[in-house]
């Protein structure tokens, strides 16, 4: 039999892996993640190397309040992971519309896919924070020069007669927590100002940096021991209305060490469901950091919030320890990306997303001002570039060298599957799951391919959107009663997405990391597979 007759599939050894036509090595940057060492690997790095199809890294999207359904629709198929809300002013009503917008959206854009699109949900939690006042005479902003004396005051007399000589702030410490020489910022560093005297309930600043002065500006008064309930009442609203929608996420600011964050838990009654996804934005979260990560779900950096409060040349610094420390937990960490053109990237915001990628973020929170298909696009692409630039060779010896010894047996599996897929160039890896925890340790270990994950439960592969190189698929079809069939199907459905999405071709290797019996209780069994040339599973299952 001719082994290329059309009708025959080719067997594994007869297809020639990473090379073009003209016999041309374009491979993933393959030689470049394997190096023997780290200047071999950077010396290795091929201009010429084809991205991956498929983008590991996960996108927090910001939606715009303002956002069409076209627009949002948009960003789905461009694959954001997670929609996150946020509203000024923590306004209920707009919230909900907002949420009720993106579920029908979502329903909408599954039954165009012939898939059920597992997008997780993000609300924000602001935390504490301190504000001004309304200006007087119902004035939208007031202009203060560079060198204008201001005063600062919590006397509520003053609440709704804010001017350019006094200031209120809704902080009744305010004169005991400043001292002469203290920064003050306004609106997020828009305004800087200078205390130069502190007289009871007054503070006499000078402004440093001019700016426009907005009413209900947000106040941040670095490295300052701020007395403020993490959660307050408006906050505790926001955590209800999370709960009782059935969020996935909710993203907290303003925390400073890990009772903040049990705090929270408590407060919202033990839902495992709601997961937790800390903001790093103050000094005293980064003194905290370890502890705040073992009590987190997840952690995002905001690097343009700790400008503020740390010096901007010690930011890089605390943004490459704060990613290593979260990749050696297994916990997912999403850095902020601070983009400034709607329409393209700049050089540097470009080194800035693909540094990132390359510490070892899980993801990218992309702000809602900038929250494009322009701008999402091109970060999608930076990212299918980037991901391959990895040294895949210290960065996996290194992660399992820290896992402590003896340990579970599913964390010997998970390994042993990285690392195979890792000797093979696995298109892919499989993984059947039903809590999301098998799937969450082989992202820890960071595989170099896409790692699709079929479960029954669309809240678990919602949850696991924040997880590098995860494509969760809800599978849909009840269970047959034959347990064999049905792992079979499950692993053919898992394939057949993998053509149908590009990642997986005819003749690659897969691996696929199952149970062996439904009595198993926890997967216990790897294998290596090849994709065949057929998919027997286009008509017959639903997903």
């Not at 993801?363 to 091109?378: A, M, W």
Request: contains cysteine; aromatic residues 6%.
């Amino acid at each position: 039999m001719d082994p290329y007759n059309p009708d025959c599939p080719k067997l594994p050894w007869m297809v020639e892996f990473f090379k073009s036509e003209d016999g041309e090595v374009l491979n993933n940057q393959l030689e470049a993640a394997f190096a023997s060492t780290a200047l071999s690997h950077l010396s290795s790095l091929s201009m010429k190397s084809k991205a991956s199809v498929f983008r590991a890294s996960q996108l927090v999207c910001t939606l715009p309040l303002n956002a069409t359904c076209h627009t949002i629709e948009e960003l789905m198929s461009l694959g954001m992971s997670v929609a996150r809300i946020t509203v000024p002013g923590n306004q209920k009503d707009k919230i909900l519309e907002m949420i009720a917008k993106v579920r029908v959206l979502t329903e909408r854009f599954s039954k165009k896919i012939g898939r059920i699109y597992p997008l997780a949900l993000a609300i924000d939690v602001r935390g504490p924070e301190i504000r001004i006042g309304k200006l007087e005479k119902n004035r939208d902003s007031l202009y203060l020069p560079k060198g204008k004396l201001t005063a600062l005051t919590s006397d509520e007399a003053y609440e709704e007669f804010v001017n350019e000589d006094m200031i209120f702030v809704d902080y009744q410490k305010l004169s005991e927590i400043i001292q002469p020489g203290d920064k003050v910022l306004i609106d997020y560093g828009a305004l800087h100002l200078s205390a130069i005297e502190v007289a009871e309930s007054i503070v006499k600043c000078i402004v440093e940096k001019a700016g426009t002065l907005i009413g209900r500006s947000s106040v941040i008064i670095p490295n300052a021991p701020v007395d403020l309930p993490v959660i307050s009442s408006e906050d505790m609203d926001i955590l209800k209305l999370a709960i009782d929608n059935h969020i996935d996420y909710i993203v907290v600011s303003g925390i400073y060490s890990k009772e903040n964050i049990s705090d929270i838990k408590r407060l919202v009654g033990g839902v495992d469901t709601l997961q937790i996804l800390t903001k790093i934005e103050n000094s005293m979260a980064v003194d905290n950091i370890n502890e705040i990560i073992d009590e987190s779900d997840g952690v995002c950096i905001d690097c343009e919030r700790l400008l503020f409060d740390i010096p901007k040349e010690k930011v890089f610094l605390v943004q490459k320890s704060i990613l290593a420390k979260c990749n050696l937990k297994g916990i997912p960490v999403i850095c902020s990306t601070n983009i400034a053109d709607v329409t393209t990237l700049s050089k540097s915001e470009v080194c800035d997303i693909a540094n990132c990628i390359i510490d070892g973020a899980d993801g990218l929170l992309i702000n809602q001002s900038v929250c494009t298909k322009e701008i999402v696009k091109e970060v999608s692409v930076i990212c299918k570039e980037a991901e391959p630039a990895v040294y895949q060779r210290q960065i996996f010896n290194e992660l399992i060298y820290n896992i402590p010894t003896p340990n579970e047996s599913i964390y010997s599996l998970c390994i042993s599957a990285v690392e195979a897929s890792l000797k093979t160039s696995a298109a892919a890896i499989i993984c059947l799951t039903t809590s999301g925890r098998t799937a969450k340790l082989i992202s820890r270990f960071k595989p170099r391919c896409p790692l699709i994950v079929i479960t029954r439960y669309p809240r678990v592969a919602r949850l696991l959107r924040l997880y590098k190189s995860i494509d969760p698929i809800i599978y849909l079809k009840a269970f047959s009663g034959n347990y064999d069939h049905d792992l079979e199907d499950r692993v053919q459905l898992g394939i057949t997405y993998g053509k149908l999405m590009g990642y997986i071709k005819m003749g690659d290797s897969l691996v696929t990391v199952t149970g062996s019996r439904p009595e198993a209780g926890i997967p216990n069994s790897m294998k290596i597979l090849y994709a065949s040339d057929y998919d027997t599973l286009l008509n017959k299952i639903r997903y």
